[in-house]
């Protein structure tokens, strides 16, 4: 199965523990991207309001502000043609936590520990602004 990923793709990642934040840094660039950093939902929305993000991968439980409260504000603020596109990154995966996830407007869901491929595939569901792109079969070589 081909997936296409764009390698165009503004990210923020959203984690505020440092061990997270080099995993997933380290597989983003296997991938071929990068991404700048937040440690919680405050600085989320000052990094929206002064750059556009394709996409954020929103850590859950952050301090300060979590990632299920930041999304609630970033769907107030922002339009839907500027809004990221949110994936939610969370080691809690029981309780309905996914659901509410989804149901605060967060467009997908991926559990940690972070696996490359999963990653992969949720960053190839977000829609793309520039058809720069690399399938799964050369992306084997990129690392």
């Not at 991207?33 to 002064?50: F, P, Q, S, W």
């Not at 869901?109 to 490359?116: D, G």
Request: charge should be negative; proline fraction near 3%; aromatic fraction near 2%.
């Amino acid at each position: 199965m081909d997936i296409v990923l764009n390698l165009s793709l503004k990210i923020l990642l959203a984690e505020d523990n440092v061990i997270n934040q080099k995993v997933a840094s380290q597989m983003l660039k296997q991938l071929g991207l990068k991404a700048d950093l937040a440690t919680n939902g405050l600085e989320v929305l000052d990094a929206l309001r002064h750059q556009q993000y394709d996409v954020v991968l929103m850590d859950v439980q952050m301090p300060e502000m979590d990632g299920i409260e930041a999304t609630r504000q970033i769907r107030q603020e922002w339009n839907q043609e500027n809004s990221p596109w949110i994936i939610a990154v969370t080691a809690n995966t029981i309780g309905g936590v996914r659901e509410e996830c989804l149901n605060v407007g967060m467009n997908d869901f991926i559990s940690k520990p972070l696996n490359k491929d999963v990653l992969m595939e949720a960053l190839s569901k977000c829609p793309a602004s520039t058809p720069v792109s690399l399938t799964v079969n050369e992306q084997q070589s990129v690392e």
